[in-house]
Structure formats: C-alpha cells, structure tokens
C-alpha cells in the first residue's frame, strides 16, 4: 500500500495528507528539543503520551464550544484533524512568572502575576521565534485587529478550563503555549486552536512541591517521561501500572 504524502514535519510531530479533503494526520514523535528548539535526545514513548494528552485536551474543548481542529484518534500516535491555514504566532498565556519572563524582568520564578498575560511570538526557528507586539503582528500581516482579538478571546478560554483542569489534580499551570489558524467552510473562515496542547507545550508544576512535570524538567534532570506520564496518570487517561512503550511509527494507509 502506498504511504500517504508527507505535508509538513516540525520538532515533534509530522502532518500527512488526511483520508479526505480538508484533513490531515497528525502524528507524534518522540524527538524532545531544547530551548533553541533543535533537536537534542529522542525520549522513548513521549509522542503516545502527547498524542493522548492532547486528544483528552481537545475533545473537552469541543465539548465546551471551544473550536479546535481535533476530529479523532487514529491509534497510539495519530490523530484526524482539520486542515487549517496556521498564523505564524506563538500565542503564550502566562499565569506565573517563570522561564524567559522571568529572565526578562528579574521576577522571582514561582510568583503569581497581578493578571494572565498574553504574549506574542512570531514562529520562525531561524530567528529563535522572537517575540512581537500586536503592532507587528498588524503591520507585517500576520493577522487582522479581529483575529488578534478572537485569538486573545480563545486564549483566555483555554487558559480558564487547564487551570482549573490541572488544579483539580493538584498540578499549577504555570503557562502554556497555543497555536491558531484559520478555518475556511465554505466562505466562512474562523479562528480555531490548532497543533496540540500536552506537556511539550505547557508548564506544568506540582501544587505542593513545584516539582516540574513539562519538558523543562528535562532540562535540569532529564525526567521528562517520568513527568509526562505522571500528568496522564493524574488526568486519569493513564493506569498506575501501565508502561508506556515506543511501537515506532505508525502510519494510517
């Protein structure tokens, strides 16, 4: 049978060409990246926790009216999505200081912010995704004063439900990281979330010890797996004895 045709592959995922028009499979690697975002370790089995962390994620935004691109798991490290046209912008939503916010103010990591805080990063590897006002966003065509604002308006959303969601399986959401995009129906076009949300895009501490449960652990003490299944485990999605282990990759035909 004849592998489907690859459309685009980043630091941790691949996109192929969906079954039927206007979709996509998205499927989960195990490369973890660094700061810089290039790729430095593979970790065993990280892609099928992200894959159904993230498919947990998503269906309860749906479920809420959220809009999302999530249609369906296809197996351990794929999922059925919508095809969109992504905006290059990294929207971060930060609750507490911590990582380059920190750095750049001289704030203590660990404290609460006076109020979430919306930031803008312009996705572009090359140049480290730098971070932009909405100005920039505007002046260089990114995206529109209205997008900025729906996608301002579903950021908060979001960051509404995992706060609560991690709270109430005693894990702070310290901040996370969403991409959008646009989806066009016929001649509608909305703003949906896209890409994924799980461990590889939030930072996520323990309530009690503020023991790192995201990939920055990784940084310091290279727990990242014990971190990720600890998150499913807690989320309910993942069994007290179960073991997570790599099947390689798997590709819908």
């Known amino acids: 049978m004849n592998r489907r045709r690859r459309i685009y592959e980043g630091n941790a995922k691949i996109l192929y060409e969906g079954p039927e028009p206007g979709t996509l499979i998205q499927h989960f690697k195990d490369d973890a990246s660094g700061e810089n975002k290039r790729r430095n370790e593979v970790v065993d089995g990280k ?5 159904r962390i993230s498919e947990y994620i998503f269906n309860n935004l749906n479920a809420m009216g ?7 798991t296809l197996n351990m490290r794929e999922q059925l999505i919508r095809e969109v046209e992504i905006i290059p912008l990294e929207v971060v939503v930060r609750n507490v200081a ?33 971070m932009v006002s909405e100005e920039h966003v505007t ?12 996608i301002m308006s579903l950021a908060i959303r979001v960051n509404d439900f995992l ?13 996370f990281r969403l991409e959008c995009g646009r989806l066009y129906e016929n001649e509608m076009m909305r703003i949906i979330i896209a ?14 010890s503020s023991e790192k449960f995201s990939k920055d652990a990784s940084r310091e003490n290279g727990r990242v797996l ?18 997570i282990v790599s099947s390689g990759p798997t590709l819908v035909q």
Not at 99 to 126: C, D, Q, V
Not at 166 to 171: K, P, S
Not at 235 to 243: A, D, K, Y
């Open 47 to 51: 892609g099928v926790l992200n894959n």
């Open 163 to 175: 706060s609560g969601l991690f709270l109430g399986v005693g894990i702070r959401l310290i901040d």
């Open 98 to 130: 911590a990582g380059s916010l920190a750095k750049r103010l001289g704030i203590e990591e660990g404290t609460p912010l006076p109020r979430s805080i919306i930031e803008f990063y312009y996705k572009n590897n090359e140049l480290g995704d730098p």
């Open 139 to 150: 002046a260089f065509g990114w995206a529109s004063p209205q997008e900025i604002d729906d």
């Open 195 to 208: 890409d994924e949300i799980s461990p590889d895009s939030c930072r996520l501490w323990d309530l009690t």
């Open 66 to 72: 959220i809009p999302t691109h999530f249609i369906r």
């Open 226 to 243: 014990a971190g990720y299944q600890e998150v499913a485990r807690r989320l309910g999605i993942l069994n007290t004895n179960e073991r």
